[in-house]
């Protein structure tokens, strides 16, 4: 294993070295991913504070024929023992902790998927890309929209011009969130940021913002916590820089089950999708209805981190992608706390990348 800029960088033919930091619901999800990816992927350590949650983890390795990996369990011992033996980490952690685990990780030489929301914030957005810049690590955000064959494919139809301008887009995500969250750190403000409009609604906030592929310069919102601390419902109008209207609604309290709905209509067709880019239908102008566009295959948002790692695609959720979301979290929280007034999204001035 070869030193460049600092970090470990596997052998062309060799597995990339990751640790896991966090090892909850989301990690066992990821890593049986990454378990069919062993040729390319090693899951070197773990970095877990919770001996329940790592022994959960562990069960996953062990259903799979797998030596379980050893964890550390604090972040900064782990990074000073064994960040020279490490390629890359995952970072699926409550949101709080996004900002400051995905800078030590870069800054120790580490390249970083982070998981969504990428931040709190705009103002840890900015420092993020910043560090990205003065590190020169790769970082890439994990919503699983943005890193979709589906929302790629049909951000390029909508790019192309061959449908025409957008006119209006549409998203609807619910689930069985207030439920599901009861008693949870998703419902403690300070460490969630949000609630459903924050947590699984981020994929359609993010998801509709890229398919745009604009600011927003105008942003109304409602929220209603439903007795809770945090959002349960929203509603969400908002105007595009070129003039397109956006709508979002946020349904956590709904019958047991976890959904969404996008459509973006344009002069010339309208796209169907999914806030993860679950489906991806179109309907030109002259056609009767929808019908399924067809997409490579992927294994999910570390294979796609590996391809842009290789240089083979791309970065097509860097954290710009986390700042563009971030700040229009920003905009929807300042218009609901009052009571829907319209505000203005402000574009930051980004910092140059370092030479």
């Known amino acids: 294993m070869n030193k460049v800029n600092g970090s470990a960088q596997a052998q062309p033919d060799s597995p ?10 989301m990690a066992r999800h990821h890593l049986r991913q990454i378990l069919q990816q062993q040729e390319t992927t090693h899951v070197r350590m773990v970095c877990e504070p919770s001996p329940e949650a790592y022994a959960r983890f562990c069960a996953v390795f062990e259903e799979a024929g797998v030596k379980a990996p050893e964890n550390e369990p604090d972040l900064e011992r782990m990074l000073t023992r064994y960040g020279d033996e490490l ?34 914030n705009a103002e840890e957005a900015l420092d993020l890309i910043d560090v990205r810049n003065r590190t020169g690590r790769l970082m890439v955000v994990a919503f699983n929209g943005s890193l979709s064959p589906r929302i790629r494919t049909a951000a390029r139809l909508l790019r192309s011009g061959e449908i ?12 069985s969130w207030k439920q599901g969250t009861t008693n949870t750190w998703r419902q403690i403000p300070e460490i969630a940021g949000g609630g459903f409009l924050f947590d699984t609604g ?3 906030l993010n998801t509709i913002s890229d398919l745009a592929g604009e600011d927003f310069v105008e942003v109304a919102a409602w929220l209603d916590n439903r007795g809770t601390p945090v959002d349960i419902l929203a509603a969400v109008i908002g105007r ?12 956590g309290e709904a019958i047991p089950s976890c959904a969404s709905d996008v459509r973006i209509f344009c002069s010339d067709g309208i796209l169907q999708t999914g806030i993860w880019g679950e489906r991806l239908l179109i309907q030109r102008s002259g056609q009767k209805r929808l ?13 796609q981190f590996t391809l842009v790692r290789k240089g083979e695609i791309e970065n097509p959720c860097p954290p710009e992608i986390g700042l563009r979301m971030a700040r229009l979290w920003d ?16 574009r930051p001035v980004l910092a140059m990348a370092a030479d």
Do not use: Y
Not at 240 to 251: D, Y
């Open 291 to 303: 019908t399924p566009v067809r997409v490579p295959a992927s294994l999910g948002q570390w294979q």
């Open 87 to 120: 390629d890359a980490a995952f970072i699926i952690t409550p949101h709080v902790l996004h900002h400051s685990q995905a800078r030590a990780c870069m800054e120790a030489g580490l390249d970083v998927l982070l998981e969504k929301p990428m931040v709190m």
């Open 240 to 251: 595009l820089r070129s003039g397109a209207m956006v709508t979002m609604s946020g349904c």
């Open 331 to 346: 905009a929807i929280r300042d218009s609901a706390a009052q009571n829907g007034q319209p505000v203005q999204v402000m």
């Open 16 to 25: 990339l070295q990751m640790a896991f930091i966090g090892c909850g619901g």
């Open 164 to 175: 025409g301008p957008i006119l209006n887009i549409h998203g609807v995500a619910w689930q």
């Open 202 to 204: 981020a994929h359609m």
